[in-house]
């Protein structure tokens, strides 16, 4: 796949920081 | 199989938060076929969100922008304003990790006007700020400057420091 080559981007990390604990749950 | 559709997002979902993302989107696309099959929309729709978000982490971001596009598509249908508006932040920032800035600052914007009709100051704040970015990746420094600016403001407004 494609490297995380923008890590720089600080909303961006932000985002995905959050996203690792974001399920939609049943 | 109805009850084997929830167990399966509900493993696809514990798979994702042990960081296991293929085996994550093994049990999320069986949830996504068993939704299909009851026209269960909704569930249909948490599992492309899902789906979406593993791919994040895969790496894929192409995959993920598809996903999270019917994701989107859904929410609209079922009228779901906050899900909408996720999914525009979603696309934004799945379109920066693309290098496609022109792409993710559409989708920035359209997140920035729900936002806007939610009165959803964080949402609103967070917007700003990636179209803030989005617009000095592109070269265009006096419009990043203007969505600084907005972001400072709603920063200050809802006591956001950081």
Known sequence: GQ?????????????ME????????? | RAAQGRAYGNLGNTHYLLGNFTEATTF????????????????????YSNLGNAHIFLGRFDVAAEYYKKTL??????????VEAQACYSLGNTY?????????AEYHLRHLVIAQELADRVGEGRACWSLGNAYVSMGS??????????????????????
């Open chain 1, 18 to 26: 959050d996203l690792k604990l974001m399920t939609e749950c049943e």
């Open chain 2, 73 to 82: 598509q859904l929410s609209r249908q079922l009228r779901d304003q906050a």
């Open chain 2, 96 to 104: 920066t990790l693309l290098q496609d800035y022109e792409r993710a």
């Open chain 2, 28 to 47: 999320h696309k069986e949830r996504l076929a068993i939704a299909k099959e009851f026209g269960d929309k909704a569930a249909e729709r948490r599992a």
């Open chain 1, 3 to 15: 490297r995380l080559h923008l890590m720089q981007v600080d909303s961006v990390q932000r985002w």
């Open chain 2, 141 to 162: 420094p006096a419009q990043a400057l203007t969505f600084a600016k907005k972001h400072l403001q709603i920063s200050q407004e809802i006591g956001d420091r950081n």
